[in-house]
């Protein structure tokens, strides 16, 4: 194969050094043309049949040692210095009774405050509240899907309208021992308050409903319970 590619290089130099002889002397004759035509056809059949050849291949396996590469496991930790925060901008100090889960939307904070369900501003200054008569609030979240703030006790569910600070208690069709809440654009997600814990997905349109249970096994220990969990750019976290 080497040989016969060397043989048209030779072949092409001969006609280009036969060309250029002809074009100085001006004297190229009909029989001259011939011999150049039957040197690029001579040369256009070598071409032809190297490409219609296959060429023979013995590839060696690569050998891959895998003892060079070593990946090595650093646990990253990322201390945070207290001290370099910023100090607080505003402070509102609550009573030991009052209920600690709270629950922003891009306009207010909702908290429980003094046997209060109050709405805050951004400066932390009360603009409305109503009172809370029911059972211990374990988790606050906001839909925006309903312009609702949702509200849980150990079994009940409940929504807060933010400009009318109606209360509606949400009848379910199944019961619920409760820990925490958060909501996606389409479901509301309850944790349930027991050793591990399942999460149930409720449909928030045109009805709450349970549309789904993740069981205990898939999420957590035997010996664990969700208190705390988040819906946030298409995952659940708790």
Known sequence: MHSKLENISDGIIHLKTLVSQRIKKQDTTVDDLKTIGLNIQSIQREIIEIENKSIG?????????RSIIQIEETDVK???????LMPAIHVLN???ESHKPLAPNNKVLLIHH???LSILNHELT??????????????????STLSRFLIITLGEIFLLDENTMSLECIQTKDKYSLSACTCSNKSL???SNVLGSSVYELSLLPDIKLVNQYQSKDLCDTDETIHDMIFHKGALAF
């Open 94 to 96: 609550r009573s030991p």
């Open 189 to 191: 997600y309850l944790a």
């Open 57 to 65: 291949l013995n590839l060696t396996p690569l050998a891959i040692d």
């Open 114 to 116: 003094d046997n209060q």
């Open 126 to 143: 009360l603009v409305k509240s109503i009172p809370w008569l029911h059972n211990w609030i374990w988790d606050m979240c906001w839909s």
């Open 78 to 84: 990322h201390d945070i210095n207290l001290a370099n």
